[in-house]
């Protein structure tokens, strides 16, 4: 394992240019390019087109890629053979920690942060299957139950996998294990109750500061400055327990809200709406919350779907099985999908797999790809960095040795930040993987 | 919102056959070569022609194959598989345990898996008698291809786990009666085998068990083999010798350590399913997953058909070729592995897996490739028993 990692770690040139030549970029975000390439300076695209061959006068006609010098200085990546993609992004995902939840059922001030593990197989899987980043956050056996993180998965510590600290809060209106849908709901209500006196509490206390600054002040002839109510409450007056959540309501932290069943869709939408933090809530569903789509559409907000993409019930009446392909429920709806693994099945442990069963289950293709990549990349906010292929954005690109959705397909090598961290060339495990224990192994050079 | 979630097509109760001539642009006869843009007809449930239709109803699409065939499958039992009264049983059918209506069943013909061995479970060291079923039909009597079909047999783990040794006093469960190691597993089976030679030498006759062993003995009867790792393939192959037994072996995780060996000793191996998780703890039976297992076993010539086991979904058997040619398996392998190779292994390749005239019309219409599109229509025995176009939510279909 360790041997491995230092291998992937040792992979690859220094950022600075780097100029990618790629048979065809499947950007996500516009249309596709043919023999491209794609510029990149410190770690960020700075221009996608067609290179400019030296002599030829070719005209750009409107709406075509721009045609790009490639500067003299710049590391070329040859991909000419190969189709260029944007790094996948999960924009859920509890894999890749110690264990996903606290036993106490709110537990607000607690992050992942402490529980990531860097050498999990999750994380050098992910990396080899082209996601590029993750929201990792707690599980859903919670009723608050923690502060996520989106990282990238390469790095030896949690903090240098960091993309973006604050991933955001983890709430769940389904029961925790030992709570029933009642108890959980007044726990959150409880909760948010508490959190409501506390706040007003603070406030009163620091009026009475105020109140008696003021007096202080006439009584010593100066001159006060009264804040306003607003501006009264500074960030170390509250207790850091209680600090995430002050922050959750007053819009500052997103919410990732667990919904297992359609019934528990309307009670996530309350509590968010209540609370002040609707505008930022993602939904995270249970394969049957689709049945709740519509109330998931008038409240605006995204969603991130289960890895198990079918639904499958029994009609009560006539014993027959019924299916629903989710994907294509959300779809048809217009309402933004993420899509997410899960370990245990031969496909759904892929990212590409889970867009390719959308469209061959009637969803267009660019909605499928986009499910995938922009869209997570927008529920995490990072919608202007990440999950596509633009001037501009975070150099986080596959390159793929076939089609993206295709299951002959293989990331070939991964740059991440304009670096090339991983190439499967170079991969041992994978090898090993697919040639058996026994395979001889090829003397490296040393 | 409601009309999302439709029922799906009966399986098993559709129209009665009729003559239908499929359309692909590509047909892979598996027998013969390929043919492009070419027509398959089907007549009195069987296959009328090859390269020309049969008139009748015309079904269009990308690919044709032969219907899929599970070689070791578990759809369909009803309860238990293995009967836990007795270690060594070989006479018990699991004909009498298939449910006709079973769920499992129909949604691998939905899949397109037309024809499936279905066995006694693992936990006996002799299970007993497995049957060749196709997957939807009329009724099951039409449905059975093989009534009794391989001997089924278990090496290894799965017929000692949880078992209780004898510590003191007088066994009170039959638990006590079974073996707790692989060395018991090994001397049951012997014993089970010289028990039967010792009747045959007497001149005995009327006992069934014993009748069937020595078919066997005799190749009559196929055996099939679970198991799982290096050693207990060893086992397998070194009571084959000892016992002059002709084996074929499933479970198989490990067979690609020993590849060339089950090779050239011409043993049939049916691997799979698929690892799902290249994380070793959760095949603590097996030393090391191995994603390249069906493919090396292919590279090294052994007869080779593919299994789902219980596996559903995703992961039914379309699901495993085509992960099976990710991990190295060429389409070619991929897809005698899943048809003609698993008739071989079956002993029902004159009926089902290929596209012959004559044969069994159990074929698979394909939207583009075969295993990486969805099916748009299955065929078993010439009646339609899914049909992509008929389905009321034809694009909530299994999400493989």
């Known amino acids: ?446 | 919102m409601i009309g999302a979630l439709l029922a799906l097509p009966v399986l098993g109760s559709g129209p009665a056959e009729e003559t239908f001539t499929l359309r692909a642009r590509e047909v892979h006869t598996v027998s013969g070569a390929r043919l492009e843009d070419s027509s398959v007809g089907v007549r009195d449930g069987k296959i009328s022609g090859v390269g020309r239709g049969a008139g009748g109803r015309v079904l269009e699409g990308g690919s044709l194959t032969p219907g899929l065939i599970d070689a070791a499958s578990t759809a369909g039992i009803a309860g238990g598989s293995n009967e836990e009264s007795s270690e060594v049983a070989p006479s018990l059918r699991v004909l009498d345990a298939l449910d006709p209506k079973s769920r499992a069943m129909e949604r691998l013909a939905r899949a397109g898996v037309t024809t499936v061995y279905v066995s006694p479970g693992t936990r006996g060291v002799i299970g007993g008698l497995g049957a060749v079923v196709k997957t939807a039909g009329a009724s099951l009597e039409t449905r059975v291809v093989v009534p009794a079909a391989a001997l089924k047999a278990a090496m290894g783990d799965d017929p000692s786990r949880g078992n209780i040794p004898i510590r003191f006093g007088t066994p009170t469960s039959f638990y006590f009666r079974r073996p707790t190691s692989r060395m018991g597993v090994v001397w049951l089976f012997r014993k089970a085998f010289f028990d039967a030679a010792a009747y045959r030498e007497r001149g005995r006759s009327g006992d069934e068990d014993m009748e069937i062993l020595l078919q066997v003995v005799d190749g009559k009867r196929r055996l099939r083999l679970t198991a799982r790792r290096l050693n207990d393939i060893r086992t397998t192959l070194r009571l084959a010798d000892e016992l002059g037994l002709k084996v074929e072996i499933d479970g198989a995780d490990e067979a690609h350590r020993c590849a060339e060996e089950l090779a050239a000793r011409e043993v049939a191996v049916v691997a799979g399913p698929i690892p799902t998780t290249p994380v070793r703890a959760r095949f603590a039976e097996v030393d090391e997953p191995c994603l390249g297992n069906a493919a090396l076993l292919a590279k090294a010539g052994v007869l080779l058909a593919l299994t789902a086991g219980d596996r559903d979904g995703e992961e039914a058997l379309p699901g495993q070729a085509l992960f099976a040619m990710r991990y190295g398996l060429p389409f070619d392998a991929a897809l005698r592995a899943v048809t003609l190779d698993a008739a071989r292994i079956l002993g029902v390749e004159s009926r089902v897996g290929s596209i012959e005239e004559g044969k069994d019309a159990d074929l698979v219409l394909w939207e583009a490739a075969p295993f990486a599109s969805r099916p748009l229509a299955v065929l078993i025995d010439g009646r339609l028993v899914y049909d992509a176009a008929s389905d009321p939510d034809a694009a909530a279909r299994e999400g493989r």
């Open chain 1, 1 to 446: 394992m360790i041997p491995l990692l230092l291998g992937l770690l040792a992979a690859g040139p220094s950022a600075g240019k780097v100029a990618v030549r790629a048979g065809r970029i499947v950007p996500v975000v516009g249309p596709e390019i043919r023999d491209g390439v794609i510029l990149i300076e410190d770690g960020r695209i700075t221009a996608v087109g067609r290179e400019k061959k030296e002599g030829t006068e070719e005209e750009r006609r409107p709406g075509e890629p721009p045609f790009l010098e490639v500067p003299w200085d710049a590391t070329a990546i040859d991909a000419s053979e190969q189709t260029v993609f944007p790094g996948m992004v999960e924009a859920h995902s509890f894999r890749g920690l110690d264990r996903p939840n606290e036993n106490v059922p709110v537990t607000p001030f607690v992050t992942v942060l402490d529980a990531i593990d860097p050498v999990s197989f999750y994380f050098e899987d992910a990396l080899r299957d082209g996601i590029t980043t993750i929201l990792v956050i707690p599980g859903n056996n919670c009723v608050i139950g923690g502060q996520g993180r989106v990282l990238k998965p390469y790095g030896r510590t949690a903090e240098a996998m960091t993309v973006k600290p604050e991933g955001g809060m983890k709430l769940s209106v389904s029961p925790k294990s030992g709570f029933t849908r009642l108890s959980q709901m007044a726990e959150l209500r409880k909760t948010f109750a508490d959190l409501r006196e506390y706040r007003e509490r603070v406030l009163e206390r620091k009026r009475d500061e105020r109140e008696e600054e003021k007096t202080k002040a006439e009584r010593e002839g100066r001159k006060s400055e009264a804040k306003a109510d607003a501006d009264l409450v500074r960030e170390d007056d509250l207790d850091a327990r209680k600090r995430p959540l002050v922050d959750l309501v007053e819009g500052r932290m997103a919410a990732f809200v667990w919904c297992e069943r359609a019934m528990d869709v309307a009670h996530a939408i309350e509590v968010a709406r209540e609370n002040g933090f609707l505008a930022r809530t993602t939904l995270v569903l249970g394969p049957e919350a689709w049945k709740a789509a519509d109330e998931i559409k008038a409240c605006g907000r995204p969603v991130v779907l289960d890895a198990d993409l079918v639904h499958l019930e029994e009609d009560a009446l006539t014993g027959e099985e019924k299916r629903a392909f989710v994907p294509r429920v959300f779809h048809e709806r217009g309402i933004p999908f993420a899509l997410q693994t899960q370990a245990s099945t031969l496909g759904s442990r892929f990212l590409w797999y889970q867009a390719a069963a959308c469209v061959r289950n009637g969803v267009p293709r660019e909605a499928a790809l986009r499910a995938i990549t922009i869209t997570p990349a927008e529920i995490l906010g990072l919608g202007a960095r990440l999950g596509s292929i633009e001037p501009g954005k975070d150099a986080n690109l596959l390159l793929l040795t076939g089609d993206p959705l295709d299951a002959q397909t293989w990331v070939d090598r991964v740059i991440l930040e304009g670096e090339v961290v991983y190439e499967r060339s170079k991969d041992e495990r994978l090898r090993r993987l697919l040639e058996g224990k026994d395979a001889p192994r090829e003397e490296k050079g040393k």
